[in-house]
């Protein structure tokens, strides 16, 4: 008896000791987010409109003359021209003063992608799930997750897929050169080597040649907690940005953002910008960036 009385006051004693833990804030319960696939955030961000529930009217959403905010619960979804069975957000397009176009596409079961307009180039990214490109030989790839593909103007193609999948595309009128003619790429992040970033600490991979004829690049850019950029840049470059890990804030202009994964930034030519990476993971964000042609 006394023995069993020993042992059911240890299991109390231990209880009471977890759950002070617990409210002293020690309490070490596993991430859901360490099963989660990669980029997941991306698409399931921290903030989103099922837990702005008691928020009605909350956004950090901003759009300015020279810069923009996308954030998740903004989202304003609806079917995508000439696409089948897919669902697009425009997230950055010529009307805010871009030269470019950058959507999400949430394809579902029996989906195909349509062809973007004449002398329209187009860049595809997958964040979730898996697509079957057909080339203009017929050819099929299978496109996983940070993989993607670069589509020169008129090429035909096709994206499908037979089950859920997002990708993100960006979409540019291109900016022809007499002799000079780009040719369809297909890739993956973890094939291309880092660059080098004088003076810079964050790691930089570009995904799209840097020769004369393609007229915009896509880079990713990765950050360790408490990293920042060195430079506060301002140039006549473009950007279109989406963060698919970690977050930070953004400086864009005369403001300060808190940023996390799903949010998208538009940055007019000569806007101050700026970022730094916090939490306890690293940063990685995906970035346009017009290059290789005369601003006049």
């Not at 989202?75 to 950058?102: E, Q």
């Not at 300060?256 to 030519?269: K, L, N």
């Amino acid at each position: 008896m006394k023995s069993f009385q020993f042992l059911l006051a240890a299991l109390i004693t231990q209880s009471f000791v977890e759950i002070s833990f617990c409210q002293e804030g020690f309490c070490s319960a596993p991430s859901i987010l360490e099963k989660q696939p990669l980029y997941w955030k991306a698409t399931n961000p921290t903030l989103s409109p099922s837990h702005l529930q008691d928020l009605p009217g909350f956004t950090r959403s901003v759009y300015k003359q020279d810069h923009a905010l996308i954030t998740h619960e903004s989202h304003v979804f609806g079917p995508l021209p000439d696409w089948t069975n897919t669902l697009g957000a425009y997230l950055i397009t010529p009307s805010m003063g871009s030269h470019f176009a950058m959507y999400l596409a949430k394809m579902r079961e029996n989906s195909e992608s349509g062809l973007p307009p004449s002398d329209v180039e187009r860049f595809v990214f997958v964040l979730q799930g898996m697509v079957t490109l057909s080339d203009k030989l017929g050819t099929k790839h299978k496109l996983e997750v940070d993989s993607y593909a670069y589509f020169p103007p008129n090429s035909k193609h096709s994206l499908n897929s037979d089950a859920s999948a997002t990708v993100v595309v960006f979409e540019r009128r291109y900016a022809y050169l007499e002799n000079h003619s780009t040719e369809q790429i297909i890739g993956s992040t973890n094939e291309q080597s880092l660059v080098e970033t004088p003076g810079e600490i964050f790691e930089l991979r570009k995904l799209l040649p840097t020769s004369m004829p393609y007229d915009f690049n896509i880079h990713i850019m990765d950050f360790q907690p408490g990293e920042f950029l060195n430079v506060k840049e301002v140039h006549y470059n473009q950007h279109g940005l989406l963060l698919l890990e970690g977050q930070g804030i953004y400086r864009l202009g005369d403001s300060w953002y808190p940023v996390q994964a799903g949010d998208a930034i538009w940055m007019a030519p000569f806007v101050p910008q700026w970022y730094a990476a916090l939490g306890k993971s690293k940063t990685r964000y995906l970035l346009y960036k017009d290059v290789n042609r005369n601003p006049l």
